[in-house]
């Protein structure tokens, strides 16, 4: 694809458009994003850059449909350092307030943090940030099964890094946890 059809080109177009209606905006993102993750052989870096450039500047997108776009440039990983480290990528992912977002919305946070827990670089780096206080607030406010397991197994990835395990205990997951 990379030498034979510029895919990317309509749908991106698309997305640049501002009185794109939210349902379309949401699933032209998933569509574009989902072939990328699929098959990232075909897509350059430059490609993916341009893609987050659109993602995080178009409005017309929900922050589920940003959390789906995301999650599935995440599923590779050709991409994940790439995604992660883009201007904007982490603040958006962490933006995700759990006690005032919809399940859908949980879930697919917990989703998007279940897959970068995988890379242990970028495990690393969330020592900073705020995920594990929000993966207890999941814990305790969020019932949605699918959410909380993915949060049991974030957890679980987490164990593996020294510093994260001390924010895991510092931050009182463990009593979450004994309440489930």
């Not at 005032?100 to 970068?116: A, C, K, N, Q």
Request: aromatic content about 8%; proline content about 3%.
């Amino acid at each position: 694809m990379k030498d034979q059809l510029a895919f990317h080109t309509p749908l991106l177009k698309l997305l640049g458009r501002q009185d794109l209606d939210k349902y379309i905006a949401d699933k032209a993102a998933w569509l574009l994003t989902a072939v990328i993750g699929n098959v990232p052989g075909s897509f350059s870096e430059d490609v993916v850059n341009t893609v987050l450039a659109a993602l995080l500047a178009n409005s017309s997108c929900t922050v589920l449909g940003t959390l789906e776009a995301l999650a599935n440039l995440l599923k590779t990983d050709v991409f994940r350092k790439l995604v992660w480290r883009y201007p904007g990528v982490s603040e958006r992912i962490t933006q995700v307030q759990p006690r005032d977002e919809v399940g859908p919305v949980v879930y697919r946070f917990s989703f998007v943090i279940w897959m970068l827990s995988f890379d242990q670089e970028i495990t690393a780096e969330m020592k900073n940030g705020s995920v594990i206080k929000k993966i207890k607030e999941i814990l305790t406010v969020n019932r949605t099964e699918k959410a909380v397991r993915l949060c049991l197994t974030v957890l679980k990835n987490f164990l593996g890094h020294k510093a994260l395990c001390e924010d895991i205990v510092e931050s009182g997951v463990l009593e979450a946890v004994q309440q489930l």
